[in-house]
């Protein structure tokens, strides 16, 4: 984007709009000359991103992130439509217009200061006449107010766009300053600069532009002064000298015959302009000069004039040796896209980053795709490792911008001696070139940013950091190296094994997981395809994993392979066999993943550790933030970093840690952590689970006076659901995660927790069609942990396992269970329970068989609530007499009684609405769509079962949903439309999955007609 040098004013009103939106300082918007008062903070922020980017589209995402970062609203999407509406009321109607993909600020980089800052800059860098570039400059630093974005809530600008703005401030700063130098005009550069060293007392090039102003102004004296106060600041916060141009400068200034400003400071670098080439060349020997591509080296930093080194010549070959790849095609494909161009010197950076774990194979990776396409690269490949995570200290850009220019051929007396010189050299010597640069092992966006080629650079980056920065503003592609497929895992598992001289043997698992047949070759032990699938996930499919296991088995080829593997289950055998290779530490999983482990801040190395014990399953900010005893938020800005990292994988917001990280991290646990800590953290982690669970089941299916769960630990803040649907969502995640920790709980011997997590987990688990597998198991722990308790505990446990059995088809078991269950609450005196436990067991006898026990046990059920609602004792459970009423008008039904069972219902269901027990309200909507089919009033039994179909469906109810199915499909045939009930039916068979469930025979004969 380039600006006409318009001045000041004039320069807003170029497009002919009457907004102009100032960011360089404290946030302003003016309208036709009159400020706009924009009270929110966030409003402002929306504003600045939009602004920041006008005139292009802008994601909802995209200003979410600026704006909210790592704490984003419940519906992002939603509060940025309500924030822009707000936005538009104070501007133009038409200044925000909502394109596809996001929204416009339709304004010209003229109204936007910040933009037209830039533009001026980049026009300044353009100009070969040194008179309109001191006035371009110019122009822009007058547009300069202080710190931008002041008084705006946008994390992401502050982070990346203050500082980056703030060095391009600084540069053109420098840069008028040796402007003014060069042609003899001392004016008020002076006194700006001064400002600004005390804004940046360690920035070397602002002290020595203002050294060379004073001496130039005839102020010796004073320049002498500076240089002893920067000279002082340096020792004390650094402890260190200055630095070889300023001390070149000292000595002039105590020299009376030299000239203080003899350098040539046109020449020199500053970041706000890019620095000058040197005169091109006119012999005729030579022909004209082509800028950079002519292979002329510019003067140093200091502004000595070079002769010029040829470089023209010179072609880095600098990749390390290329190895064999097994699999990675869809990421070559994808490296071969991102590249490829009709045009290989076509403008603009290409920058692509690869990002993953370590020992996913990123460098291998890299290296091979370099090595396969060195023809699109003709004038080299420069490989640098600047070490982001590794045994030894990064290499930082100064020393890299070194070695790369060394490697392009230029002297070490004319490397210039600054970051910011020695980049603008490097970005000079490429322009033009088709070469490739790959910076390997990056640790953060910081490190590998003045490493960007410019122009038409092709940069290929490696890092375990996802590197949103450089994607965000240096547009890089990010490609993921993840996991090998399952079938490139044994094939190279297969490949290492036989050169080591194993026998790989070809059956059926390995046909499976790798989609052919493995060659056999001479070995000493065959290695079956189902042991190197096994082991092949014990890897987590790792390159580097893999190979080193390989290794293992090859060491230990004397004992059996798959006794070998059996012992690598054992998580900490795993890692230690993935250790102890004495090939060095690249050649250690451990050692790679301390790396990354020595890259966090005390905080976050904390929550890595403390977690390990958390859960194997994904986890969420809230659960973490209770572990760690730290407010989500900040959890969540943890975690995120965590992820940003490789240490754990983030998935849609919830969070995951690879087996051999989480296995790591449980090692450095014991090893850092005392064992009352980890005791604490863990517990948390229960409780958070508990009384989650406990909320969501209460939100589900709501009971009265029920017996309340263990008081909450210190730190622990659980879930809380404002709707049924929140609360049904959240079990459906967390099923997995709930049994584990069920189980763990009556591993630690904490059984009032065990009992009270059966209990509520059952009560969810009731409602759907789902892991039927996990509710007999669960109640089964509930009942081991309340035989440790008391009567009470136990005959709530047991009515749990006997809906539990009744769910998964076991009826008679599910009879003797809450028979059981019943002797205890009615021993106990405990009435309301008796209530709630004789409806369980009418609903196990309506499914054995025995309608008339189950009419029995439901009148008894009314019976026993009537007695509590006339004296309501303490009761573990209170009586839900919608639920009676509904389960009876089921079995009258099911008995032919259909006037009573529709009364019954009928009853049931004004009872549920009048409690907002919605799951009962769709069951009874459900029964009396079968009773009015059987009766033959089919439409009332249509519109029964929609109304049912669409409750049932809001709750996550489909045990009952397949009910209404099953109605439908017979309503099909009733009406003669078998093939109108072919959706039911489809339905009714997928929630079923492949469950025993009595229910489809019953679906396969509706269907039959």
Same mark, same amino acid.
């Given at each position: 984007?380039?600006?006409?040098?318009?001045?000041?004013?004039?320069?807003?009103?170029?497009?002919?709009r009457?907004?102009?939106?100032?960011?360089?300082?404290?946030?302003?918007?003016?309208?036709d000359?009159?400020?706009?008062?924009?009270?929110?903070?966030?409003?402002?922020?929306?504003?600045?991103?939009?602004?920041?980017?006008?005139?292009?589209?802008?994601?909802?995402?995209v200003i979410g992130e600026? /704006?909210?970062?790592?704490?984003p609203?419940?519906? %992002?999407?939603?509060?940025?439509?309500?924030?822009?509406?707000?936005?538009?009321?104070?501007?133009p109607?038409?200044?925000i217009?909502?394109?596809?993909?996001?929204?416009v600020?339709?304004?010209?980089?003229?109204?936007?200061?910040a933009?037209?800052?830039?533009?001026?800059?980049?026009?300044?860098?353009a100009?070969?006449?040194?008179?309109?570039?001191?006035?371009?400059?110019g122009?822009?630093?007058?547009?300069?107010r202080?710190?931008?974005?002041?008084?705006?809530?946008?994390? *992401?600008?502050?982070?990346?766009?203050?500082p980056?703005?703030?060095?391009?401030?600084?540069?053109?700063?420098?840069?008028a300053?040796?402007?003014?130098?060069?042609?003899?005009?001392?004016?008020?550069?002076?006194?700006?600069?001064?400002?600004?060293?005390?804004?940046?007392?360690?920035r070397?090039?602002?002290?020595?532009?203002l050294?060379?102003?004073?001496?130039?102004?005839?102020?010796?004296?004073? *320049?002498?002064?500076?240089?002893?106060?920067?000279?002082?600041?340096?020792?004390?916060?650094?402890g260190?000298?200055?630095?070889?141009? #300023?001390?070149?400068?000292?000595?002039?200034?105590?020299?009376?015959g030299a000239?203080?400003?003899?350098?040539d400071?046109?020449?020199?670098s500053?970041?706000g302009?890019?620095?000058?080439?040197?005169?091109?060349?006119?012999?005729?020997?030579?022909?004209?000069?082509?800028?950079?591509?002519?292979? /002329?080296?510019?003067?140093?930093?200091?502004?000595?004039?070079?002769?010029?080194?040829?470089?023209?010549?010179?072609?880095p070959?600098?990749?390390?040796?290329?190895?064999?790849?097994? +699999?990675? !095609?869809?990421?070559?494909?994808?490296?071969?896209?991102?590249?490829?161009t009709?045009?290989?010197?076509?403008?603009?950076t290409v920058a692509?980053?690869?990002?993953?774990?370590?020992?996913?194979?990123?460098?291998? %990776?890299?290296?091979?795709?370099?090595?396969?396409?060195?023809?699109?690269?003709?004038?080299?490949?420069?490989?640098?490792?600047?070490r &982001?995570?590794?045994?030894?200290?990064?290499?930082?850009?100064?020393?890299a911008?070194?070695?790369?220019?060394?490697?392009?051929?230029?002297?070490?007396?004319?490397?210039?001696?600054?970051?910011?010189a020695r980049?603008?050299?490097?970005?000079?010597?490429?322009?033009?070139?088709?070469?490739?640069?790959? #910076?390997d092992?990056?640790r953060?966006?910081?490190?590998?940013?003045?490493?960007?080629?410019?122009a038409?650079?092709?940069?290929?980056?490696?890092?375990r950091?996802?590197?949103?920065?450089?994607?965000?503003?240096? +547009?890089?592609?990010r490609?993921?190296v993840?996991q090998?497929?399952?079938?490139?895992?044994?094939?190279l598992?297969g490949?290492?094994?036989?050169?080591?001289?194993l026998?790989?043997?070809?059956d059926d698992?390995?046909?499976?997981?790798?989609?052919?047949?493995?060659d056999?070759?001479?070995?000493?032990?065959?290695?079956?395809?189902?042991?190197?699938?096994?082991?092949a996930?014990?890897?987590?499919?790792?390159?580097?994993?893999?190979?080193?296991a390989?290794?293992y088995?090859?060491?230990?080829?004397?004992?059996?392979?798959?006794?070998l593997?059996?012992?690598?289950?054992?998580?900490r055998?795993?890692?230690?066999?993935?250790d102890?290779? &004495?090939?060095?530490?690249?050649?250690?999983?451990r050692?790679?993943?301390?790396?990354?482990?020595?890259?966090?801040?005390?905080e976050?190395?904390?929550?890595?550790r403390?977690? *390990?014990h958390l859960?194997?399953f994904?986890?969420?900010?809230?659960?973490?933030?209770?572990?760690? *005893?730290?407010?989500?938020?900040?959890?969540?800005? %943890?975690?995120?970093?965590?992820?940003?990292?490789?240490?754990?994988?983030?998935?849609?917001?919830?969070?995951r840690?690879?087996?051999?990280?989480?296995v790591?991290?449980?090692?450095?646990?014991?090893a850092?952590?005392?064992g009352?800590?980890r005791?604490?953290?863990s517990?948390?982690g229960l409780?958070?689970?508990?009384?989650?669970?406990c909320?969501?089941?209460q939100?589900?299916?709501?009971?009265?006076?029920?017996?309340?769960?263990?008081?909450?630990?210190?730190?622990?803040?659980p879930?809380?659901?404002?709707d049924?649907?929140?609360?049904?969502?959240?079990?459906?995640?967390?099923h997995?995660?709930?049994?584990?920790?069920?189980?763990?709980?009556?591993?630690?011997?904490?059984?009032?927790q065990?009992w009270?997590?059966?209990?509520?987990?059952?009560?969810?688990?009731?409602?759907?069609?789902?892991?039927r597998?996990?509710?007999?198991?669960v109640?089964?722990?509930?009942v081991?942990?309340?035989?440790h308790?008391? !009567?009470?505990?136990?005959?709530?446990?047991?009515?749990n396992?006997?809906?539990?059995?009744?769910?998964s088809?076991?009826?008679l078991?599910a009879?003797?269970?809450l028979?059981?269950a019943?002797a205890?609450?009615r021993?106990?005196g405990?009435?309301?329970?008796?209530?709630?436990?004789?409806?369980?067991?009418?609903?196990?006898?309506?499914?054995?068989?025995?309608k008339?026990?189950?009419?029995?046990?439901?009148?008894?059920?009314?019976e026993?609530?009537?007695?509590?609602?006339?004296d309501?004792?303490?009761?573990?459970?209170?009586?839900?007499?919608?639920?009676?009423?509904?389960?009876?008008?089921?079995?009258?039904?099911?008995?032919?009684?259909f006037d009573?069972?529709?009364?019954e219902?009928?009853?049931?269901l004004?009872?549920?609405?009048?409690d +907002?027990?919605?799951i009962?309200?769709?069951l009874c909507?459900?029964?009396?769509?079968?009773?009015h089919l059987?009766?033959g009033d089919?439409?009332?039994?249509?519109?029964?079962?929609?109304e049912?179909?669409?409750v049932?469906?809001?709750?996550?109810?489909?045990?009952?949903?397949?009910?209404?199915?099953l109605?439908? /499909?017979?309503l099909?045939?009733?009406?003669?439309?078998?093939?109108?009930a072919?959706?039911?039916?489809?339905?009714?068979?997928? #929630?079923?999955?492949?469950?025993?469930?009595?229910?489809?025979?019953?679906?396969?004969?509706?269907?039959?007609?």
């Amino acid at each position: 984007m380039t600006a006409t040098p318009n001045s000041g004013a004039a320069a807003w009103q170029q497009d002919g709009r009457d907004v102009r939106i100032a960011l360089l300082g404290p946030f302003e918007v003016l309208r036709d000359g009159f400020p706009v008062l924009v009270t929110s903070e966030r409003l402002r922020g929306v504003l600045a991103v939009l602004a920041a980017s006008a005139a292009r589209t802008v994601s909802a995402d995209v200003i979410g992130e600026h /704006v909210w970062g790592d704490a984003p609203p419940v519906n %992002l999407r939603r509060t940025v439509q309500t924030g822009i509406a707000r936005l538009r009321a104070m501007l133009p109607d038409d200044a925000i217009v909502r394109r596809p993909g996001g929204y416009v600020l339709d304004l010209g980089p003229g109204q936007v200061d910040a933009l037209r800052f830039e533009a001026l800059l980049d026009e300044a860098a353009a100009i070969a006449d040194p008179h309109t570039e001191r006035k371009l400059v110019g122009q822009a630093l007058e547009l300069w107010r202080g710190v931008p974005y002041l008084g705006v809530e946008a994390r *992401a600008l502050a982070s990346v766009e203050v500082p980056r703005l703030t060095e391009r401030y600084l540069g053109a700063l420098e840069r008028a300053a040796d402007l003014s130098l060069a042609a003899g005009e001392i004016d008020e550069s002076a006194a700006r600069l001064r400002a600004e060293t005390a804004r940046h007392p360690l920035r070397e090039s602002l002290w020595a532009r203002l050294l060379r102003l004073l001496a130039a102004a005839g102020r010796t004296a004073e *320049a002498l002064a500076t240089y002893d106060d920067v000279r002082r600041r340096l020792a004390d916060e650094l402890g260190a000298d200055p630095g070889p141009e #300023l001390r070149r400068l000292h000595a002039e200034l105590l020299d009376p015959g030299a000239d203080p400003v003899a350098a040539d400071p046109v020449t020199s670098s500053a970041p706000g302009v890019p620095p000058r080439a040197p005169v091109p060349s006119t012999d005729p020997a030579r022909g004209p000069a082509s800028g950079p591509a002519s292979g /002329v080296v510019p003067g140093s930093a200091s502004g000595s004039a070079s002769a010029g080194v040829d470089v023209g010549a010179v072609r880095p070959r600098q990749l390390p040796a290329d190895i064999e790849l097994v +699999g990675r !095609a869809g990421l070559l494909e994808a490296l071969d896209e991102a590249f490829r161009t009709d045009d290989p010197a076509a403008p603009g950076t290409v920058a692509v980053a690869m990002t993953g774990q370590g020992g996913a194979g990123k460098t291998a %990776l890299a290296v091979h795709w370099a090595h396969r396409r060195q023809e699109w690269f003709p004038d080299g490949q420069i490989f640098v490792d600047l070490r &982001g995570f590794a045994d030894r200290r990064p290499v930082e850009p100064l020393t890299a911008l070194g070695e790369v220019l060394g490697s392009l051929g230029v002297p070490p007396d004319q490397v210039p001696a600054g970051v910011d010189a020695r980049a603008a050299l490097y970005r000079t010597l490429l322009a033009g070139r088709r070469l490739l640069v790959v #910076l390997d092992n990056v640790r953060d966006s910081e490190q590998v940013r003045p490493l960007l080629p410019g122009a038409a650079g092709r940069v290929l980056v490696t890092s375990r950091s996802t590197l949103r920065g450089l994607s965000a503003r240096e +547009g890089a592609r990010r490609i993921t190296v993840d996991q090998l497929p399952a079938a490139d895992a044994v094939a190279l598992l297969g490949e290492r094994l036989r050169r080591h001289g194993l026998t790989v043997g070809p059956d059926d698992a390995t046909t499976a997981a790798a989609g052919e047949g493995s060659d056999s070759s001479a070995g000493e032990i065959p290695i079956d395809g189902v042991t190197l699938a096994e082991l092949a996930e014990l890897c987590e499919r790792l390159p580097l994993a893999l190979v080193i296991a390989a290794e293992y088995l090859a060491r230990h080829r004397d004992l059996d392979p798959s006794a070998l593997v059996r012992e690598l289950r054992d998580g900490r055998t795993r890692l230690e066999a993935l250790d102890d290779l &004495g090939d060095g530490p690249t050649a250690s999983v451990r050692a790679v993943l301390s790396w990354s482990y020595a890259a966090l801040d005390p905080e976050a190395a904390r929550a890595f550790r403390l977690l *390990a014990h958390l859960t194997p399953f994904e986890f969420s900010a809230e659960l973490a933030g209770s572990v760690a *005893a730290r407010p989500v938020p900040d959890m969540r800005r %943890l975690l995120d970093h965590l992820a940003d990292l490789s240490l754990l994988a983030s998935v849609r917001g919830r969070y995951r840690f690879h087996d051999l990280v989480r296995v790591y991290a449980a090692v450095l646990c014991e090893a850092t952590d005392d064992g009352e800590e980890r005791w604490a953290a863990s517990i948390r982690g229960l409780d958070w689970y508990l009384h989650s669970v406990c909320n969501a089941a209460q939100r589900l299916r709501p009971r009265r006076q029920e017996y309340p769960p263990p008081a909450l630990t210190p730190g622990v803040r659980p879930m809380a659901f404002d709707d049924p649907e929140s609360a049904r969502d959240w079990c459906v995640t967390e099923h997995r995660a709930l049994a584990f920790a069920t189980q763990r709980a009556y591993d630690f011997g904490r059984y009032e927790q065990t009992w009270r997590l059966a209990w509520d987990f059952g009560r969810v688990l009731l409602i759907g069609t789902a892991h039927r597998d996990l509710r007999v198991a669960v109640a089964r722990l509930g009942v081991a942990a309340a035989e440790h308790l008391g !009567a009470a505990a136990l005959y709530i446990a047991q009515s749990n396992l006997g809906n539990a059995y009744q769910r998964s088809g076991d009826s008679l078991e599910a009879v003797a269970c809450l028979r059981e269950a019943l002797a205890g609450c009615r021993a106990a005196g405990d009435v309301g329970t008796e209530s709630a436990v004789l409806v369980n067991l009418a609903i196990a006898q309506n499914r054995a068989g025995d309608k008339e026990g189950a009419v029995g046990s439901c009148r008894a059920a009314l019976e026993a609530a009537a007695r509590w609602e006339a004296d309501p004792a303490p009761a573990m459970i209170a009586p839900a007499v919608a639920v009676c009423h509904f389960n009876l008008g089921h079995a009258l039904v099911e008995l032919g009684r259909f006037d009573e069972g529709i009364a019954e219902t009928r009853t049931a269901l004004e009872l549920s609405r009048r409690d +907002g027990h919605r799951i009962i309200e769709g069951l009874c909507l459900s029964s009396l769509a079968e009773a009015h089919l059987l009766t033959g009033d089919l439409d009332r039994a249509e519109t029964c079962a929609a109304e049912a179909k669409t409750v049932l469906r809001t709750m996550g109810a489909t045990d009952g949903l397949v009910d209404v199915l099953l109605t439908e /499909v017979r309503l099909g045939s009733a009406r003669g439309r078998p093939g109108d009930a072919r959706p039911a039916y489809d339905e009714a068979l997928r #929630l079923l999955g492949s469950s025993p469930d009595p229910r489809r025979d019953l679906l396969d004969a509706a269907m039959a007609g």
